[in-house]
């Protein structure tokens, strides 16, 4: 069979694929560059149109990795699609989610076991990058504990998917981010592999 | 902040919002009840006309995984994104990505890391479900191991998602599919999420 072998050939004539049929124009720069591997992550050009961002979030992002923040992730999907290679300081990458006592603090909350994960987030919270890939209800607890005045991070990336709670979740974060920068995507679409792709994006500026 | 916080009523309402939105009446009934949960994890209820499976796919993906077949993925996000507590006879999952051989073997066969790591899947191939979330030159390089004569899976779930080999290696499965049953996503659009929320619907028929 004939197909292209090359896994740099892929990736370059990817990204070149994607500049040329996506709608970049309306885009900061560095948030184009990021859109572009987030479009590379999901198979979607359009996905642009979904897209806010604070501003500054992309600038604040890379210098917040750049000068070693961990990077809290809402499930291990994310943690596993976050390129250790790209990381500019070896980024310690923080999933909660399967801490033992998790079940238990998601019945005494009344909340999902995404959301009780946060619990083990707060020391680590202050000039985190956080990540949420999956739960809207991790991303609704997050700015709950905001609102309860935990230590601000660094950066937002909000793309929780589904049919409830997920374009909620983003509208929230967008009209109130509680002061913390945020890069997401609205409506139903995101999810693990789009929210890993963002952390990708501000690790490295080059594509490959 | 109002939102629903248990994750069961979380569930049901996703898949009511599903079923009602959803252009499901094309599908047999089985196919109908994976689709659901693939659109579960991707949020985008028009993924039905991209759907393909060969007849009984869904049957025979059932009834190896109740017999204890080996799940092979081709990216440890995949292999994240199996719900384990589905699993009928606690599956082996295997993903042989990091394997410390591939990026020599990368080397010697010319093709992606994705593609070489299917080198190690040799012992298991012979019924086991294999589940592409990522890469097309896995599935290409699947179909060209069955070219040769390996040992055939029980079922190929051809998920891999991008804009250079997705779309193509889609078609290449569904056009000859070497014999094999398998269950499909024309197009660019694919990805981890989806190829394990295709094996979690195999798994259990029960929705929660």
Redesign the interface.
């Known amino acids: ?1 004939e ?5 740099e050939e ?1 990736y370059r ?2 990204f070149a ?2 500049r040329a049929e996506s709608n970049l124009e309306n885009l900061a720069d560095d948030l184009a560059q990021v859109a572009v591997r987030l479009i ?5 050009t359009d996905i642009t149109k979904d897209l806010e961002a604070s501003s500054d979030a992309v600038k604040i992002g890379r210098m917040a990795l750049a000068q070693g923040a961990s990077i809290l992730c809402d ?3 994310v943690a ?2 976050i390129t250790k290679a790209r990381l500019p300081q070896n980024n310690q990458i923080i999933c909660t989610l399967n801490h033992p006592e998790v079940p238990e603090i ?1 019945r005494q909350i ?4 995404s ?1 009780a994960a946060l619990e083990f987030w707060r020391p680590d919270l202050g000039g985190a990058v956080v990540v949420i890939g999956n739960a ?2 991790a991303l ?1 607890r997050l ?2 504990l905001l609102d309860e005045n935990v230590a601000k991070p660094a950066l937002i990336l909000g793309f929780p ?6 374009a ?2 983003k509208l ?1 974060l967008a009209a109130n981010s509680r002061g913390v920068p945020f890069i997401t995507l609205h ?7 789009i929210a ?1 792709a963002a952390v990708n994006a501000l690790a490295k500026e080059s594509e490959l």
């Open positions: 069979m197909y292209i072998r090359n896994g892929i004539k990817s694929i994607i590379h992550s999901c198979g979607m499930s291990q999907m596993q699609g998601a009344n909340n999902t076991r959301a809207p209800t609704f700015l709950e998917v589904g049919f409830v709670g997920a909620e979740s929230e409506g139903r679409r995101g999810g693990s592999a890993a």
